[in-house]
């Protein structure tokens, strides 16, 4: 008896997902095009995965509009299954669009800080401005793709995170004249701070939250993708977690792929 319940404890101390709920509204093709783009997508039922129908990509990308509210305390798994429309490799993603409380698109820039780089504006700025003048850049690192940017009105602690007072241009040059730092940015600035306004280096980065990210993939056969994506990043632009202010996402699936069952689930561990 006392094999049994040690047996009996030991099983229920195994987590395990029971009835995940699928989050995604039409995922299987079976509703047609509800909730999805239809000038990048059509409907074909030659061979699915599973039902009637799937979803034929007709560009590289397409968007669910359907918004799903999140919690970040809370893990979640992206997954569907997926198979080529040619013999070309292509690089296929399901992926999430990550949104704030005002369910407005948070984009890579608004939360790709770069970390150490928090300064002051040396002068003024308007939003004219094509030169910016901050106190110290030594802790900036200068991308070679020129996918600087800077960000104003930052707060300790990323607590600004998601940051839209971002420059409208990119640096394209650095130099440090009398102490003070200049930076040239190839379109004016946009935004109109006075000296002492704190900011910090952001970068562009990957446009979307990516938990499932397959390079050169091609399969004439049926193939599940899964990803997992839990907790919130204080800062940056991963793809396993939810970006800094976070509250819904919509699916964004990418690869000029057939695409069936695609499911966006709450794991419930017991």
């Known amino acids: 008896m006392l094999k049994i319940k040690t047996l009996l404890f030991a099983v229920s101390m195994i987590p395990f997902v029971l009835n995940a709920q699928n989050l995604l509204k ?62 070309k490799k292509r690089t296929v993603y399901l992926s999430l669009m990550p949104l704030d409380a005002n369910k407005e698109r948070i984009k890579c820039e608004n939360v ?96 979307f939250i990516y938990p499932v990210y397959q390079h050169e993939f091609n399969s004439a056969d049926w193939k599940e993708l899964t990803g997992e994506i839990k907790g919130m990043s204080k800062f940056g632009a991963g793809g396993n977690q939810f970006w800094a202010g976070t509250k819904y996402v919509q699916v964004i699936i990418g690869g000029m792929i057939y695409f069936d069952d695609i499911k966006f689930e709450e794991q419930k561990g017991f």
């Open 112 to 207: 790709n800080s770069i970390a150490n780089t928090e300064t002051e504006l040396a002068e003024a700025c308007r939003a004219e401005d094509t030169v910016i003048k901050i106190k110290d850049a030594n802790n900036w690192k200068f991308s070679e793709n020129k996918l600087d940017l800077i960000a104003f009105n930052i707060l300790n602690d990323y607590k600004d995170l998601p940051n839209f007072n971002i420059s409208g241009g990119v640096v394209i040059k650095a130099e440090i004249k009398n102490t003070i730092w200049e930076l040239t940015l190839d379109k004016p600035c946009g935004k109109t701070y006075p000296a002492g306004t704190k900011v910090r280096q952001h970068q562009y980065a990957s446009g």
């Open 26 to 87: 039409n995922g299987d093709a079976e509703k047609n095009l509800e909730t999805w783009e239809n000038n990048q997508i059509q409907i074909s039922n030659a061979n699915p995965h599973s039902g009637k129908n799937c979803f034929e990509m007709l560009g590289n990308w397409v968007t669910n509009s359907q918004i799903i509210a999140i919690d970040p305390l809370k893990s979640y798994k992206l997954s569907g299954w997926v198979k080529n429309t040619d013999t």
